[in-house]
């Protein structure tokens, strides 16, 4: 089921824009799953590619932002039914859609980094 949102109108109204913003905010939330989802942005990764990809990051702590992501339907883990069994992640269509914050977030960070170093 999709849902229409007519953002003109979300606009209009600062709780219900605050409301989305702070909606977005819950799910997205934690110093890893941004890098987490910007990793499965690329494609189906198995955890310690994932991992590899995320300087810093514990697999303690990527297995629980993994399942959180998992239960906020933002990735979907695929077991397949191998010797031995193999578990693949990827983005779901909600996740996919978060690409375009990711874009705008990289966009504004390389300008801004841009233009804090022009100043310094």
């Not at 994932?50 to 239960?71: A, V």
């Amino acid at each position: 089921m999709k849902i229409e949102i007519n953002l003109s109108d979300v606009k209009k109204c600062p709780q219900t824009f605050v409301l989305a913003v702070n909606d977005t905010m819950n799910v997205l939330t934690g110093k890893w799953k941004l890098p987490i989802i910007a990793s499965l942005v690329f494609g189906r990764k198995r955890f310690k590619d994932i991992e590899r990809e995320i300087p810093k990051i514990t697999p303690k702590m990527l297995s629980k932002e993994l399942r959180e992501l998992e239960l906020n339907g933002i990735v979907k883990r695929n077991v397949l039914d191998t010797y031995p069994v193999i578990i693949e992640y990827q983005i779901t269509e909600s996740g996919r859609n978060i690409k375009m914050v990711l874009d705008a977030m990289v966009k504004w960070g390389i300008e801004h980094r841009k233009k804090t170093l022009e100043t310094v």
